[in-house]
């Protein structure tokens, strides 16, 4: 039957060597056969006493001569077995992979016929007859040779290629009946293989696993209980163990409110019925509480100033007309209303007369309203927390206006970040655009806030917080003078101003610099106070170029002379540490 049958002593390691002829035909695959037979142990295939083997390699060769003297050894790319020992190590595929500490085994198939293909990389295309030499290296030891196996050279034998369940179930139809993503899947296929493109992929594949996660955490959905809903019962002084049972609390809204509808066939009112309830045309509550929201945050103070109760014994409203109105085009739908639009309300209250009016405080008024409940002006008021650095930046041409995205860490000062719990936070400055980025986009660490934020009042984020505190402290100016992210706003605002387009002399400079930060021309006094301070910190960094030197850093200035955009630099300084700056009047 072609087959050969190893008799004798079996060593420890063994080469079988087989030398052959082809009648002519081309091939593409090697064929291994182990067979079983009576004489071997276990019936082998394989001569160890329990009937197993390892092929540590496999080496096909061919030449034109009997004396092999040009042969030509061929590669193979794949294998296939129709049994594998289950480690690694001893598949198939490791029988044609140049390294012999490695091999094909069958245990525990003992005692049955097994085959293995091996596909060659090339075709060999054969019309007047081949000699082949073939070796199958048993190089593992313990007699783990073969007992007996028959060899053969086949044609049109299917590679061996492992595909994704999706691109063969792709590859079974027909190219014309492929929807669009059948056929994108195939060009991925194709484009993670082919030579041309197989190494952009790989790259890109790299950079998507360094790519930062999405900010995106699961969510927890309530869902009502139907069946036996848990009852609740007024209880005996506030005791849980105590129940009144003939005292069933029902859900309900208050009595001085709307009714709850329920449009359950039991009629109880579920969550859907209070969802329904809170922003129904009959409840004035919700729109009210978010229009005294908006208000509160574009004048300062709310119409409603306890904006943390709007019951009987909170603050009554100074424009009960005027809130009430602005509730009603709140939900009302367009057109005139503004179907729950946020965006509408506050375009409808900046744009308003009220709004603009200047927050100059008129004398006339100062003893019978004080508190400008009259809205006679606007209310003068300092920006919260995360806009102030953000209004460094600005000034200065280098805040990133970038939307989206995750948490970035602005420069920090040290020790900050080891005040957390366990001292295990660690604040890896943030770099290029995402160091200045906006405030709102500061990574919040509870246990260690950011002190930029905790010195402007920014509150505690354990606590719910309806309305900020606002406090006036030699801390805050310490911060914006001193602090890293307000040392680069006044490098960037220093360079700004001298990189203005058209200037005649320093008052030039220094009016477009006051400009750029409070809006408008500075008065004559101002201008020459800080002409002033501009001048005698050019002569003193003159006199200390080390110091001037440390003031500018690593910073790259257009102007040559060191001591006049040190200079520069404290007199930007100085400006964005107005009151006028911070202050929205």
Same mark, same amino acid.
């Given at each position: 039957?072609?087959?050969?049958?190893?008799?004798?002593?079996?060593?420890?390691?063994?080469?079988?060597?087989?030398?052959?002829?082809?009648?002519?035909?081309?091939?593409?695959?090697?064929?291994?056969?182990?067979?079983?037979?009576?004489?071997?142990?276990?019936?082998?295939?394989?001569?160890?006493?329990?009937?197993?083997?390892?092929?540590?390699?496999?080496?096909?060769?061919?030449?034109?001569?009997?004396?092999?003297?040009?042969?030509?050894?061929?590669?193979?790319?794949?294998?296939?077995?129709?049994?594998?020992?289950?480690?690694?190590?001893?598949?198939?595929?490791?029988?044609?992979?140049?390294?012999?500490?490695?091999?094909?085994?069958?245990?525990?198939?003992?005692?049955?016929?097994?085959?293995?293909?091996?596909?060659?990389?090339?075709?060999?295309?054969?019309?007047?007859?081949?000699?082949?030499?073939?070796?199958?290296?048993?190089?593992?030891?313990?007699?783990?040779?073969?007992?007996?196996?028959?060899?053969?050279?086949?044609?049109?034998?299917?590679?061996?290629?492992?595909?994704?369940?999706?691109?063969?179930?792709?590859?079974?139809?027909?190219?014309?009946?492929?929807?669009?993503?059948?056929?994108?899947?195939?060009?991925?296929?194709?484009?993670?293989?082919?030579?041309?493109?197989?190494?952009?992929?790989?790259?890109?594949?790299?950079?998507?696993?360094?790519?930062?996660?999405?900010?995106?955490?699961?969510?927890?959905?309530?869902?009502?209980?139907?069946?036996?809903?848990?009852?609740?019962?007024?209880?005996?002084?506030?005791?849980?163990?105590?129940?009144?049972?003939?005292?069933?609390?029902?859900?309900?809204?208050?009595?001085?409110?709307?009714?709850?509808?329920?449009?359950?066939?039991?009629?109880?009112?579920?969550?859907?019925?209070?969802?329904?309830?809170?922003?129904?045309?009959?409840?004035?509550?919700?729109?009210?509480?978010?229009?005294?929201?908006?208000?509160?945050?574009?004048?300062?103070?709310?119409?409603?100033?306890?904006?943390?109760?709007?019951?009987?014994?909170?603050?009554?409203?100074?424009?009960?007309?005027?809130?009430?109105?602005?509730?009603?085009?709140?939900?009302?739908?367009?057109?005139?209303?503004?179907?729950?639009?946020?965006?509408?309300?506050?375009?409808?209250?900046?744009?308003?007369?009220?709004?603009?009016?200047?927050?100059?405080?008129?004398?006339?008024?100062?003893? !019978?309203?004080?508190?400008?409940? $009259? *809205? +006679?002006?606007?209310? &003068? =008021?300092? @920006?919260?927390?995360?806009?102030?650095?953000?209004?460094?930046?600005?000034?200065?041409?280098?805040?990133?206006?970038?939307?989206?995205?995750?948490?970035?860490?602005?420069?920090?000062?040290?020790?900050?970040?080891?005040?957390?719990?366990?001292?295990?936070?660690?604040?890896?400055?943030?770099?290029?655009?995402?160091?200045?980025?906006?405030?709102?986009?500061?990574?919040?660490?509870?246990?260690?806030?950011?002190?930029?934020?905790?010195?402007?009042?920014?509150?505690?984020?354990?606590?719910?917080?309806?309305?900020?505190?606002?406090?006036?402290?030699?801390?805050?100016?310490?911060?914006?003078?001193?602090?890293?992210?307000?040392?680069?706003?006044?490098?960037?605002?220093?360079?700004?101003?001298?990189?203005?387009?058209? !200037?005649?002399?320093?008052?030039? $400079? *220094? +009016?477009?610099?006051? &400009? =750029?930060? @409070?809006?408008?021309?500075?008065?004559?006094?101002?201008?020459?106070?800080?002409?002033?301070?501009?001048?005698?910190?050019?002569?003193?960094?003159?006199?200390?170029?080390?110091?001037?030197?440390?003031?500018?850093?690593?910073?790259?200035?257009?102007?040559?002379?060191?001591?006049?955009?040190?200079?520069?630099?404290?007199?930007?300084?100085?400006?964005?540490?107005?009151?006028?700056?911070?202050?929205?009047?």
């Amino acid at each position: 039957d072609g087959s050969f049958l190893a008799s004798g002593n079996n060593p420890e390691q063994a080469i079988y060597t087989v030398i052959g002829k082809t009648s002519g035909a081309s091939f593409d695959t090697l064929r291994l056969d182990v067979l079983a037979d009576k004489s071997l142990p276990a019936k082998g295939p394989g001569r160890v006493k329990h009937g197993n083997f390892v092929l540590s390699e496999i080496v096909l060769e061919v030449s034109e001569t009997e004396d092999f003297a040009s042969a030509r050894k061929l590669a193979f790319d794949s294998a296939k077995a129709d049994h594998e020992q289950a480690d690694k190590p001893w598949l198939a595929k490791n029988a044609v992979d140049n390294d012999i500490q490695t091999g094909w085994a069958i245990a525990p198939a003992y005692g049955k016929d097994h085959w293995a293909e091996f596909h060659l990389t090339e075709p060999v295309l054969d019309s007047k007859g081949l000699y082949v030499r073939i070796r199958l290296v048993h190089a593992y030891g313990k007699q783990h040779t073969i007992g007996r196996f028959k060899l053969s050279l086949q044609s049109g034998t299917e590679p061996v290629i492992t595909l994704p369940a999706n691109v063969v179930k792709s590859l079974s139809i027909a190219s014309a009946e492929r929807t669009e993503s059948q056929r994108q899947e195939l060009l991925e296929h194709f484009s993670s293989m082919a030579p041309t493109t197989k190494k952009l992929v790989e790259s890109l594949a790299s950079l998507r696993k360094k790519e930062p996660p999405k900010p995106e955490l699961s969510v927890r959905v309530l869902a009502q209980r139907v069946k036996d809903p848990r009852k609740t019962f007024v209880l005996r002084r506030g005791e849980f163990l105590e129940p009144l049972l003939e005292s069933e609390v029902l859900p309900a809204s208050l009595g001085t409110l709307p009714t709850l509808q329920s449009r359950r066939a039991d009629g109880q009112p579920d969550r859907l019925d209070l969802a329904r309830w809170l922003v129904s045309m009959d409840n004035p509550i919700v729109p009210r509480v978010t229009v005294n929201h908006v208000w509160r945050l574009l004048f300062g103070t709310g119409i409603v100033k306890s904006a943390n109760d709007f019951g009987v014994r909170g603050e009554p409203p100074t424009h009960p007309e005027l809130l009430d109105w602005l509730a009603r085009q709140f939900i009302s739908l367009p057109p005139g209303g503004q179907a729950w639009s946020r965006k509408k309300l506050i375009k409808q209250i900046v744009m308003s007369a009220t709004y603009r009016q200047s927050s100059k405080v008129r004398s006339d008024l100062l003893d !019978s309203d004080p508190q400008n409940q $009259l *809205l +006679a002006r606007q209310n &003068r =008021l300092r @920006v919260e927390g995360e806009i102030v650095r953000d209004l460094s930046l600005d000034a200065a041409g280098l805040l990133a206006r970038k939307i989206g995205g995750p948490s970035v860490f602005p420069a920090l000062p040290p020790g900050i970040a080891e005040l957390s719990y366990a001292g295990n936070f660690k604040w890896k400055g943030s770099e290029g655009s995402d160091r200045y980025r906006r405030g709102m986009y500061t990574f919040f660490k509870r246990t260690s806030p950011h002190p930029n934020l905790i010195t402007f009042d920014c509150p505690d984020a354990n606590l719910v917080c309806v309305d900020r505190n606002k406090s006036n402290t030699p801390l805050q100016a310490l911060v914006a003078l001193n602090n890293e992210s307000f040392s680069d706003a006044a490098r960037g605002l220093a360079n700004r101003i001298l990189g203005m387009p058209v !200037s005649k002399d320093d008052s030039d $400079l *220094l +009016a477009y610099g006051f &400009r =750029l930060c @409070v809006s408008r021309t500075p008065a004559a006094h101002e201008l020459r106070e800080l002409a002033d301070l501009l001048s005698m910190t050019k002569q003193w960094y003159l006199d200390h170029p080390e110091e001037a030197k440390k003031l500018i850093g690593g910073y790259r200035f257009s102007h040559a002379k060191q001591n006049e955009n040190a200079a520069w630099i404290a007199t930007a300084r100085v400006l964005i540490n107005l009151d006028e700056f911070i202050t929205r009047e």
